[in-house]
Each structure stands twice: as structure tokens, then as C-alpha cells.
């Protein structure tokens, strides 16, 4: 089974930076992974994505800011996210979701972790609050 536990968020003001972490356990190798993020009343936005070769994606309000790695050795995700705003603030989780051919990781995380029953995992999650 695969777990997720995030860490590193905390309160900012806007410009500042913050890196979230989120250690991995259990076999991830067909999975895609990422981080999604969840404001009070809001939708789950996917934030960014990487593919099982590799491949990172981002969503258009993160892009040139957010920065998705994996280090495999140490079995850790990491989101490093820089000239943080306001509208940034949110529950940001790591998750594995299935990945699907033709898709970006990015996309096929944002539809998993809206479906009623999802396929993939995640973690408890982080807040992270910008303020102005």
C-alpha cells in the first residue's frame, strides 16, 4: 500500500518562499505523482505533476514559480514554490495516482482526486497561508 505524509508548510508573506516535502512508502513505479492543493470552499486544483519517465507539468497559475522534483533514492516529493501570493494559500497534498496514457500527469492527478471513489493515494496535507 502506498502512503504519503507531507510536511514544511507554514505562513509566509507574499514574495517569500517555502519547500514542502512528502516522504513515499510502498511501490510507486506506476504511478504519477504530485501535489494538489484545496482552499476553503474551492475545488481540488491540481499543482503540479510528474510522469513515470520523468516528465514534470504545472498548472498556468504555478508555472515559472512552482518547481516538482522526485528524489528516488530517498523516497521523497518535493514542491519548491517561490514569489509565493495571496491566492496561494491552501492544503497542499502529495498523491500517486494512476497515470493514463495521453494524459499529463498533472491532468490525470486533478481528475483522480475529484472522483467520488479515486483510484490513487494521498497524504493528511499541509497548510500553507501567503499573506499580503
Same mark, same amino acid.
Given at each position: ?34 501535489? $494538489? ?5 474551492? !475545488?481540488r486544483?491540481? %499543482? ?11 498548472a ?5 514559480? $512552482? ?12 514542491? !519548491? ?15 500517486? %495516482? ?35
Amino acid at each position: 500500500r502506498v502512503q504519503l505524509v507531507e510536511s514544511g508548510g507554514g505562513s509566509v508573506q507574499a514574495g517569500g518562499s517555502l519547500r514542502l516535502s512528502c516522504a513515499v512508502s510502498g511501490n510507486i513505479n506506476s504511478y504519477c505523482v504530485g501535489w $494538489f492543493r484545496q482552499a476553503p470552499g474551492k !475545488e481540488r486544483e491540481g %499543482v503540479a505533476g510528474i510522469d513515470s519517465d520523468g516528465t514534470t507539468s504545472y498548472a498556468d497559475s504555478v508555472k515559472g514559480r $512552482f518547481t516538482v522534483s522526485l528524489d528516488n533514492a530517498k523516497s521523497t516529493l518535493y514542491l !519548491e514554490m517561490n514569489s509565493l501570493m495571496p491566492e496561494d494559500t491552501a492544503m497542499y497534498y502529495c498523491a500517486a %495516482v494512476p497515470c493514463r496514457v495521453g494524459i499529463t500527469a498533472l491532468q490525470a492527478l486533478t481528475e483522480d482526486v475529484r472522483l467520488t471513489i479515486p483510484w490513487g493515494y494521498w497524504g493528511q496535507g499541509t497548510q500553507v497561508t501567503v499573506s499580503s
